[in-house]
């Protein structure tokens, strides 16, 4: 399988409007809609403002797929973001990371001109 998820159901790409899922990401969204019951689940991000950088991340379960929404699927693996949200997303990866501070998700977003100590929050 390629390291760059492939956009299915999606509105049109152009350049770098692409969201990447990394294998530990989708195994992660996997294992927790599983524990959810729910197969038709898929992980939702989404950018909104506010945190202490400008921006957030927002994480969350959806089973529906709006109008304006772009779906990339990893080994199955679906993660939809709102149009708004890939513009500030385009071209960053979703990992999933263990290690011995803890575990969480995190987005590598080459859009992100600063970040906060958390992770959850950026400027643009």
Do not use: H, W
Not at 1 to 14: F, G, L
Not at 24 to 53: D, Q
Not at 74 to 93: I, M, P, Q, R, W
């Amino acid at each position: 399988m390629p390291d760059t998820a492939i956009p299915v159901e999606t509105a049109p790409q152009t350049g770098d409007r692409v969201l990447t899922v990394s294998e530990s990401a989708a195994k992660r969204v996997a294992f927790l809609i599983a524990n959810e019951g729910n197969p038709a689940l898929m992980l939702r991000l989404t950018v909104s403002g506010g945190g202490c950088s400008g921006f957030q991340y927002g994480f969350g379960f959806d089973d529906a797929v709006n109008e304006d929404d772009v779906v990339f699927e990893k080994n199955g693996t679906k993660v939809v973001t709102d149009d708004a949200s890939l513009d500030l997303l385009a071209g960053a990866t979703l990992d999933y990371v263990e290690d011995l501070m803890g575990a969480a998700f995190q987005i590598k977003n080459p859009n992100a001109t600063a970040s906060c100590g958390c992770g959850n929050s950026f400027a643009a």
